[in-house]
């Protein structure tokens, strides 16, 4: 399968843990974004990586998160103390980023986050 | 105010029927117009985009868009259960690299 994964599909954990996920994006993909999405809501922007360039962090991005692409390739997202207000589902997308593209999104299955 | 506005629902059709699913946004720099489907735990994948203004045919899928009115439309003919699933407006800006998402609308096809 080469499509976009990650790792865990679902955490479970007590509030004030560190949590990290792992997005493993299609291999020619250079560009790389992670999503919040929570219950009755569509996917929300956090942050977008141009090879492993961080270009744009949303506000929602609190100082205790923080993401990662070394060399371009994986991105990890982790996300510090953790507080029940981070309990989401957290969406990895990567895409070609080629001139003309439409920026269409190959999303990955998620990771869900639940914060006890 | 949002970006991107869409009726949540949930929407319930008997199979066989024409569903109209909207998307309103406020941003006229808009100009890539996309729709996805998302099934229950899984992500959202593309079903249909439109640049700009006008109408996309895709088997039993149409997709319209109408910038003067700043206003988007998907339309399934001939609903299938299969057809059950969120689907997600989303747009993005000429140039842009942030897709912007409604919040999506439950369908229902009870068969």
Redesign the interface.
């Known amino acids: 399968d080469t499509g976009v994964s990650q790792d865990p599909r679902h955490k479970i954990t007590k509030r004030g843990q560190n949590v990290t996920f792992r997005c493993d994006p299609i291999s020619e993909h250079n560009r790389l974004y992670w999503y919040r999405q929570t219950l009755g809501q569509g996917p929300e922007f956090l942050t977008y990586f141009q090879n492993e360039a961080q270009l744009e962090k949303s506000r929602l991005l609190s100082d205790r998160f923080s993401a990662e692409r070394p060399k371009g390739s994986f991105s990890t997202l982790e996300i510090q103390r953790t507080e029940q207000g981070d309990s989401a589902m957290y969406l990895c997308a990567s895409s070609t980023g080629l001139a003309g593209n439409t920026g269409e999104l190959f999303f990955g299955e998620g990771s869900r986050l639940t914060v006890l | 105010q949002k970006e991107?506005e869409?009726d949540?629902g949930p929407l319930s059709v008997p199979e066989g029927a024409i569903v109209s699913l909207n998307c309103t946004y406020s941003n006229s720099a808009f100009q890539?117009f996309?729709w996805?489907r998302q099934y229950s735990?899984?992500?959202?994948?593309?079903l249909m985009?439109t640049?700009s203004s006008g109408n996309k045919e895709d088997g039993r899928f149409t997709a319209q868009v109408d910038k003067s009115s700043k206003y988007i439309s998907l339309f399934i003919r001939d609903s299938q259960p299969s057809d059950s699933a969120t689907y997600?407006c989303?747009m993005?800006y000429t140039g842009?690299?942030?897709?912007?998402?409604?919040?999506?609308t439950r369908l229902f096809v009870k068969a």
């Open positions: 991107v869409q949540p890539y996309m996805y735990r899984k992500g959202p994948e593309l985009y640049y997600l989303a993005i842009g690299f942030k897709t912007i998402f409604g919040a999506g």
